[in-house]
């Protein structure tokens, strides 16, 4: 046997291992999102743009900024534009309750590359580069749901885990990941993902700047006619923040990180 022949053979092997490997963490593109229960730009002077259609709801109060719920639909913005900013190209929220008692329970439906589905291994939300604030990085849990081929949307609700490298201004780091590779989210195609009942405020708030979504495409499967898609995702998400119960994946589910 030629020597080289094991020493081809073996790069040929790491070769296809480091393909697979990488395949499945790519970053998928967010196609656009849509936000329930969003608060509008300036609230609290924290800015971020939308270019979708914003339908302004009701008028609160939290702690001392008033602001204003809305609903976001079929647009893009400062959650996938790629820049990680500080307040002034970071999204504030409120949950579960402003102080004057009204419920705000948002929730975020991304729509991922529409050319296929994919499989979904791992979650990214940047808080923001506000290393003067204690709101970037408030995140310590969220429930997450897949809308794939079949329609549905499966949910398990996790444990984040923060990473930096910015720390906000009492030392906790302002990003989190969410980890659905040992999850049955993680072998579920997927045409968008929806994040919902985020827990860990300050002061009934939490910051998002940039989401970045990883994993794998899989088969090519006949993509829904947009219509079909959008209607199906925005009737579920019109509720979804209230439909806390209602979860027959999740049940029994260990947070991913207890």
Known sequence: MHPNYLTHKLSLGLTLFALSSSAWSQQIAIDHYDINEAVLSGHGNWFHTYDGTITPGAHFVNIEPAGTVATYQFGSGTLNDGVVGGTGASQLFVTPAASDGTVIRPAIFLTLDVSKPWRVDKVEIYGGEVATNSIPGAITAVDVGVLGPTGG?????????????????????????????????????????????????????????EIKVYGEPVATVPVPAAAWLMGSALAGLVGYGRRRGSNPIGEGYARSGD
């Open 153 to 209: 949307v499966p949910v398990i609700s996790f444990n984040t885990t923060p990473f930096g490298p910015t720390q906000n201004k009492d030392g906790i780091d302002v990003n989190d990941l969410i980890d659905l590779s040992a999850t049955p989210l993680a072998s579920t195609p997927a045409w968008a993902l929806v994040l919902s009942n985020f827990q860990g405020t300050v002061g009934n708030w939490f910051s998002i700047s």
